[in-house]
Nanobody, 124 residues
Framework: QVRLVESGGGLVQAGGSLRLSCVGSGRAFSVYGMGWFRQAPGKDREFVAG????????AYADSVKGRFTISRDNAKNTVYLQMNSLEPEDTAVYYCVADPGSYYGTDPSSFDYWGQGTQVTVSS
């Protein structure tokens, strides 16, 4: 019922930066909790960052805290993930997620909608 489209992934050297974008359909986007998960080959899906409907509450995984920044622009139905100081360990498919109830935490099953993902590859 809700379509999420990620963009901005690509190949970058260690220490570089990328900005991921997620554009959501629907007029109710402005009240959704949003987040980012990632999954590397052979590894479990991992929470990266979350943001509540207003942007006033944010959560980060310890592994990305201080390097990644999540933000949203409700007027554009868009959530961003600014990724700085990228490391090879950040290589993964990154998924945008949404919850109509404004959940923004670490439980993947609590998010009702998922994008198809965008590949981020960080070389040594």
């Amino acid at each position: 019922q809700v379509r999420l489209v990620e963009s901005g992934g690509g190949l970058v050297q260690a220490g570089g930066s990328l900005r991921l974008s997620c554009v959501g359909s629907g007029r109710a986007f402005s009240v959704y909790g949003m987040g980012w998960f990632r999954q590397a080959p052979g590894k479990d899906r991992e929470f990266v960052a979350g943001i509540n409907w207003s942007g006033g509450r944010i959560a980060y995984a310890d592994s990305v805290k201080g390097r990644f920044t999540i933000s949203r622009d409700n007027a554009k139905n868009t959530v961003y993930l600014q990724m700085n100081s990228l490391e090879p360990e950040d290589t993964a498919v990154y998924y945008c997620v949404a919850d109509p109830g404004s959940y923004y935490g670490t439980d993947p099953s609590s998010f009702d909608y998922w994008g198809q993902g965008t590949q981020v590859t960080v070389s040594s």
